[in-house]
C-alpha cells in the first residue's frame, strides 16, 4: 500500500496464500490454569529476578537480555495469560520501518486510532485498539503491566494507549508496535517486548523488504517459542503478486513457517482518511472476525502461544544457568590467578630463608662486626667474659653499636624483600587479569602497584617480628644452661644471633662458609650460639622464628591479594544462581504438563482460501 500521492498506484483483489488447518477441538473451558502453574512461574520469575551477570564475558549481554526479556515475557504475558485464559485475544501489530502497520491496523478497525506519516518512526508509543466491552481487560494493567495507559497519543515508549473501536469485533484486540528495525533503541526493544506478549503475531513486511534480516530473526525466534503467527505481505505490485508470494512461501518453508496464514495486498491508494480500499482488507478482516466469533478457535490460538512460550522456558532458563556458571568459573578462575601470584611471592620470601641471599651484602657486614673475628671464636669458651663485655657494649646505647647496625640491616633487607615480592606479585596479578575479558574489566590502574602503605606495614611486620624473636628467647631461653634471667644484653644479642640463624638454609644457623660469603672470612657463628644454648636449643628457636616471620608475611601478601579478591567477591553473582534457576524452570515444566497445556499437537490457525 502507499500514501495517498504515490505515482506507483495501483488496483486489483488482494490475495490470500492460505495454509488452512482446522482449528481443533475445543479446549478445557475454564478461565484460569488453576494454582500451580502460576506459582511455579513466580517462583521461576523470581529466581530471574536475583540472577546477576556482573563479569564481562562473551555470555553476559546475550544473558542479561534474555534475563530481561524472560522476566518481561513472565510479567507481560504470561502470568496474566493464565490468570485468564478467555481473556480477549491480543494481536500484535509488528514489522518493519515502513510496512504500514497503523495504515492497516487503522483500515481493519475502519478508524483513524494509530498515526500513520512518512516520518520514521511513526509509532512511537504502542497503539492498542479493541472493542468498548473488553476495554475493561486492556485498562486494569494485568497485561503489560509495565506501560503506563493512557487515552492520548504519546512520544513516550513506556506509555500504552488505550482507543476503542467499535467497528472491531468484541474477543478481539490489535496492538500496533514500534518498528522492529527501529532507529530508535527504547522503540526495539518495546517492539520485541511486545510481541513476546502477543496470543498472535501479524507480521506485516512488504514486497520491497520481506526479505530482510530483522524480521526472519524474530519469526525464528516466534517459531521456536511455537507462537501463533499470520503474514502480511504489503504493496505488492499486481503484476509480481504470484512470484513474489512463491518466493516467501519458499523462505517461508525453509524456516518451518508453512503452516503460517499468508495475506498478499497489492499496492492501492488510500482513502481521505488514510485507510486502505475495504476490497483490499476484507480478506484480512473477515479472517480476524471469524476468529473472533469463534470462542474455541481462539481459544486454541492462545493455549497454543501459550504453550509454546511456557516450553521455550525450559531451554532458555537453562541457558541462562549455564550463562550464570561460567560466572561463578570465571570469578573462581581469576581468584586462582591472583591467588597464585601471591602464593609464588611467599615461596620467594621461603627460598631467601633458606638460599642465604639475605646474609650477603649489609647484613653479613654487620654480623660479622658484631660477633668479630675467627680468633675470637675459637677461644669463645675461655673467654666468654670478653663475649658478654662486648654483649653489653651491644646493647647499653653506647655509640655506633654493632648490635643496633646490625638489627636495622636486617629489618632493612628483609622489607627489600617484602616490597620487591609485593611488587611481582601485583604486577603478575594485573597481567593475568588484564589477559582475562572479565578481569580486564575489573581492574584499576593502582592494582599494578602495592598499596601504597606496604613499606610501612613491612617495617612494622619486620620490627614486630624482631620484638617477638626477643620475647621467644626471653621465654625459651629461661631453662637452658646459659640463664639470661640477669642480662638483658644476653637476650638481646642471642635474639640477634637467632635471627641471622633463621636466614640460614640449614634451618638453623650458618656454616662459616654461609656467612662469610664475599667477605673471605670464616665466621663461626655457631660457636657464639651453641656456647649459648646448644644445638638443639638453636635449632628450635631458628625453627619457630622462621614460622613466625612467614606466617606475619602470609598475612601481609593475604592482604595484599585481598585488593583484588575483593573486587571477584563484590561481583561474584550467588553461586546457587544456577541451580536455582534450573530447580525453578522443572518446576514450570512439571506443572506445565500436569495443567494439561503441554497435551496434543499445536492447531494449525484457521483460515479460509481467500484466492
Known amino acids: 500500500m502507499t500514501t495517498k500521492g504515490d505515482p506507483a498506484t495501483r488496483s486489483g483483489a488482494p490475495a490470500v496464500a492460505a495454509r488452512t488447518g482446522s482449528p481443533g477441538a475445543a479446549q478445557d473451558g475454564s478461565d484460569t490454569a488453576g494454582d500451580a502453574l502460576p506459582a511455579a512461574l513466580a517462583e521461576l520469575r523470581a529466581a530471574i529476578g536475583v540472577a546477576r551477570f556482573p563479569l ?135 517492539a520485541g517486548q511486545l510481541l513476546a506478549a502477543a496470543d498472535l503475531w501479524l507480521f506485516v513486511t512488504t514486497a520491497a523488504r520481506y526479505a530482510d534480516a530483522v524480521p526472519w530473526e524474530l519469526l525464528r525466534s516466534a517459531r521456536s517459542r511455537g507462537a501463533a503467527i499470520a503474514l502480511v505481505l504489503d504493496r505488492v505490485p499486481p503484476e509480481a503478486i504470484d512470484e513474489v508470494t512463491a518466493h516467501l512461501s519458499e523462505m517461508l518453508a525453509a524456516q518451518q513457517l508453512d503452516t503460517a496464514p499468508l495475506f498478499v495486498l497489492p499496492e492501492t491508494w488510500v482513502d481521505g482518511q488514510g485507510l486502505l480500499p475495504e476490497r483490499v482488507t476484507a480478506p484480512l478482516g473477515d479472517w480476524f472476525a471469524g476468529l473472533a466469533a469463534d470462542a ?104 655506633a653499636t654493632p648490635a643496633t647496625e646490625l638489627r636495622d640491616a636486617i629489618e632493612s633487607q628483609l622489607v627489600t624483600l617484602l616490597r620487591a615480592v609485593a611488587a611481582e606479585a601485583a604486577e603478575s596479578a594485573y597481567t593475568s587479569w588484564k589477559a582475562h575479558p572479565a578481569g580486564a574489566a575489573l581492574l584499576a590502574p593502582e592494582l599494578a602497584h602495592p598499596s601504597p602503605d606496604l613499606p610501612e606495614r613491612a617495617e612494622r611486620l619486620v620490627r614486630d617480628w624482631q620484638r617477638g624473636v626477643l620475647e621467644l628467647v626471653r621465654t625459651e631461653g629461661s631453662d637452658k644452661r646459659f640463664v639470661a634471667r640477669t642480662a638483658a644484653y644476653a637476650v638481646n644479642a642471642t635474639g640477634l644471633a637467632v635471627m641471622i640463624a633463621v636466614f640460614a638454609s640449614t634451618a638453623f644457623i650458618p656454616t662459616g662458609l654461609e656467612v662469610a660469603t664475599g667477605a673471605g672470612t670464616t665466621v663461626a657463628a655457631q660457636g657464639v650460639l651453641q656456647a649459648i644454648f646448644g644445638d638443639q636449643a638453636v635449632r628450635t628457636l631458628a625453627n619457630k622464628a622462621r614460622a613466625d616471620l612467614l606466617d606475619r608475611v602470609r598475612t601481609l601478601l593475604d592482604d595484599e591479594a585481598t585488593r583484588y579478591l575483593a573486587r571477584t567477591e563484590q561481583a561474584r553473582p550467588g553461586a546457587d544462581t544456577g541451580a536455582e534457576l534450573r530447580r525453578a524452570a522443572d518446576r514450570v515444566e512439571a506443572a506445565r504438563h500436569d495443567s494439561g497445556l503441554g497435551d496434543g499437537e499445536p492447531t494449525a490457525l484457521p483460515v479460509r482460501d481467500r484466492r
Open 296 to 399: 474455541d478457535a481462539r481459544a486454541a490460538v492462545v493455549r497454543q502461544t501459550l504453550d509454546g512460550a511456557l516450553a521455550s522456558l525450559h531451554p532458555t532458563v537453562e541457558a541462562l544457568a549455564e550463562a550464570a556458571d561460567e560466572q561463578i568459573a570465571a570469578a573462581d578462575a581469576l581468584d586462582e590467578r591472583v591467588r597464585a601470584a601471591y602464593r609464588a611471592a611467599k615461596r620467594t620470601v621461603e627460598a631467601g630463608l633458606k638460599d642465604g641471599r639475605l646474609l650477603r651484602g649489609e647484613v653479613l657486614a654487620r654480623w660479622q662486626e658484631f660477633v668479630g673475628t675467627g680468633e675470637f671464636f675459637r677461644t669463645v669458651e675461655a673467654r666468654i667474659s670478653r663475649l658478654r663485655d662486648r654483649l653489653v657494649a651491644a646493647v647499653t646505647g653506647r655509640p
Open 56 to 190: 564481562a564475558l562473551p555470555s553476559t549481554e546475550p544473558a542479561r537480555r534474555t534475563a530481561t526479556a524472560l522476566a518481561d515475557q513472565i510479567d507481560d504475558y504470561l502470568l496474566p495469560r493464565l490468570v485468564r485464559l478467555d481473556a480477549p485475544l491480543l494481536v500484535v501489530v509488528g514489522g518493519s520501518t515502513g510496512a504500514g502497520k497503523s495504515t492497516l491496523v487503522n483500515s481493519l478497525v475502519k478508524a483513524r486510532v494509530s498515526a500513520a506519516g512518512v516520518l520514521r518512526p511513526t509509532t512511537r508509543s504502542p497503539v492498542l485498539v479493541c472493542n468498548p466491552a473488553d476495554s475493561s481487560w486492556f485498562r486494569q494493567g494485568q497485561l503489560l503491566p509495565g506501560l503506563t495507559r493512557t487515552n492520548e497519543p504519546s512520544e513516550d515508549p513506556g506509555t500504552l494507549q488505550l482507543v476503542n473501536a467499535p467497528a472491531l469485533p468484541p474477543g478481539l484486540a490489535f496492538l500496533d508496535a514500534p518498528d522492529i528495525d527501529s532507529v530508535v533503541d527504547a522503540n526495539r526493544a518495546l
